[in-house]
């Protein structure tokens, strides 16, 4: 179930007004019922997302870049988007931020100690938000990416979803596109960006993944990506 959510998103996209890039923000609750990857285990669960895109509908390209948000601050970081707001704009891309992970919604260990969750930043506004823990984000991702597709927020009709993250989202997008998207054939790309060396197994913390270099992402079969359009070179055109 996605359900919008009126007034100003709590995400840092940085010092300016996204009107001057000709785009507007909007905010949804998703509700739904995730499995686990390190279990038997099913769990009902909250989060949210910010649709980012185009307020002129003829410069939407067709193509939806979805971020798995950075928690390793303790906070939902859009570190993609801050690195490639410019040609995300520029090309006319839809932008999709996911709170995917435990900390970023209701706190939990992060880098700096300190809870900036969601819930911790705005109790009212977020008191609806729960997460069952970071096995199941990858299913929570799956079925964000098959909403957005099935054209779940109005007036977005994506033809490429592309799955994207940098840093400590970056080790678990590597366990998602190796292990979980062959499966769940969510999403048409990814981007995985400034990864460590590991890879996070499925039932670990947001700032554990260092100590998993054995997990089943590093041995699994890659999946295929699409390389021009998730470098942000190119995007897909719309008749």
């Not at 997302?49 to 067709?62: H, K, Q, S, W």
């Not at 054209?151 to 994506?158: C, K, N, Q, R, S």
Request: charged share 15%; hydrophobic share 45%.
């Amino acid at each position: 179930m996605i359900t919008p959510v009126p007034g100003k998103p709590n995400l840092l996209l940085g010092a300016y007004d996204l009107a001057t890039l000709g785009y507007g923000a909007e905010e949804f609750f998703i509700s739904g019922s995730a499995s686990s990857y390190s279990s038997e285990e099913t769990a009902d669960y909250t989060t949210r997302i910010v649709v980012l895109r185009p307020t002129d509908e003829a410069r939407f390209n067709g193509a939806v870049v979805v971020e798995w948000l950075n928690v390793s601050g303790g906070i939902d970081a859009p570190a993609v988007w801050f690195m490639a707001h410019r040609e995300i704009a520029r090309a006319g891309f839809a932008y999709v931020a996911v709170s995917a992970q435990q900390v970023g919604i209701q706190g939990g260990a992060s880098l700096v100690g300190a809870d900036m969750s969601l819930k911790a930043q705005d109790p009212e506004r977020y008191s609806r938000l729960h997460h069952p823990g970071d096995a199941f984000s990858y299913d929570i991702y799956s079925q964000v990416g098959r909403l957005l597709r099935d054209g779940a927020v109005d007036g977005l009709d994506p033809e490429i979803l592309l799955a994207v993250g940098e840093s400590q989202s970056a080790a678990f997008l590597t366990t998602y596109v190796n292990v979980v998207d062959p499966l769940a054939a969510a999403y048409d790309g990814s981007n995985v960006s400034a990864r460590p060396n590991a890879a996070a197994a499925p039932s670990v913390s947001s700032i554990c993944w260092a100590s998993q270099p054995d997990s089943r992402a590093d041995a699994a079969r890659p999946a295929p990506t699409a390389s021009a359009s998730i470098a942000f070179t190119s995007g897909a055109a719309r008749s």
